[in-house]
């Protein structure tokens, strides 16, 4: 079994920096993709950064230059820096680790961006 537990988020005025960190353990040997995920209310949960088990990261185009996916190896852990935050980033983030055929999942942070 694998655990994802996630910290960050919460609140933070227009334009202002988020980090997010998912700090993954239990049955992993080895280096898999990680992603994180958002979802707006009423909305569908998408893809905003991921990062391949050879750290090579995407993005959404909606995020590409604001936002860093990193991965801390040693740690087990994946970050994700949020930088020019507008309201439309507002949503529960999600990150996620894929196993196999398996996705395993982050309880949820809130991220609001308001003034």
């Known amino acids: 079994q694998v655990q994802l537990v996630q910290s960050g988020g919460g609140l933070v005025q227009p334009g202002g920096s988020l980090r997010l960190s998912c700090a993954a353990s239990?049955?992993?040997?080895?280096?898999?993709?990680m992603g994180w995920w958002r979802q707006a209310p009423g909305k569908q949960r998408t893809l905003v950064a991921r990062i391949s088990n050879g750290d090579t990261s995407t993005y959404a185009d909606s995020v590409k230059g604001r936002f860093t996916i990193s991965r801390e190896h040693a740690k087990n852990t994946v970050y994700l820096r949020m930088n020019s935050l507008t309201p439309d980033d507002t949503a529960v983030y999600f990150c996620?680790?894929?196993?196999?055929?398996?996705?395993?999942w982050g309880q949820g942070t809130q991220v609001t961006v308001s003034s």
């Open positions: 996620s680790l894929d196993r196999m055929t398996s996705t395993y």
């Open positions: 239990g049955n992993i040997f080895g280096i898999y993709p």
